[in-house]
């Protein structure tokens, strides 16, 4: 990290100018900022600035974090608080960066209190209670392909706002000034409405697979991918309601229309919440 370790010496971490032709390329790799204009371009540079002074970024298994890959990084990070507050991630301690996915020890106790323990290959993963937030640069990369409708660097940073106050339940702190309670009141009844309708949509998929399912088999994976195809989100985001609300954020952000389009009022609240509308033409 050659100009961030220049500028950002360990124990003066005054936010230091992310140089132009940096920034430039920076948004040059990510469409989905293009409908920002001049002055919310300079608001995320100056997040961004705040952000890398303020948090560690590193590498993990053997990965090097270049100057590009930090802004590239940050740059989503700051878009989801572009009209909000860093203060969202006042409990990120850190960003760690991994060559490739990375096997996490995953742990759930059960209905009948048996633990179950299995290591989990994940792209991403956001920890609660000041905790870091961990990403894969292989998928971070490949999401920046034109077209591309995920993006893991917003989801993890949306679990990491919704951890905010406590664990992560896809009911993000509201921030007193910035929020309008009479918008985000119903915050609750909109996210577990469509939740609920997407689960359905998903038993509706899972109906539609041969019992014989084997997502290993190359034919059953087409299946499963042009069943998938017709979903409006992720079908992750049926995993539970904070990963609907961060799978729900990734596309608000990236690929909005057909989240606009299956659960506009989600939409709508999303926009509330982040004080941003990406399907408003400029
Ligand atoms: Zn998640």
New binding site residues.
Partial sequence: MGWLTRLFPALAREPAAIPDDLWQSTLGQLPFLDRLDGNERSRLKGLCEQLLARKPLSGAGGFEVSDGIAVLIAAQASLLVLHLDLSLYDDLSAVIVFPDAFEVRQRHVDEAGVVHEWDEELAGEAVEQGGAVALSWFDVALQQEPGATHNIVI??FA?KIDMGRGAANGCPPFLKGLHDPDELHDWPQVFSTAYDDFCERIDRLEDALPPDFDDDHPRHARLYDALAADLPLDPYASRDP??FF?VASEAFFVAPQPLAAAYPAVYRKLAAYYRQDPLAMA
Wanted: aromatic share 0%; hydrophobic share 35%; net charge negative.
């Fill in positions: 989801h993890e679990h904070a990963e961060a």
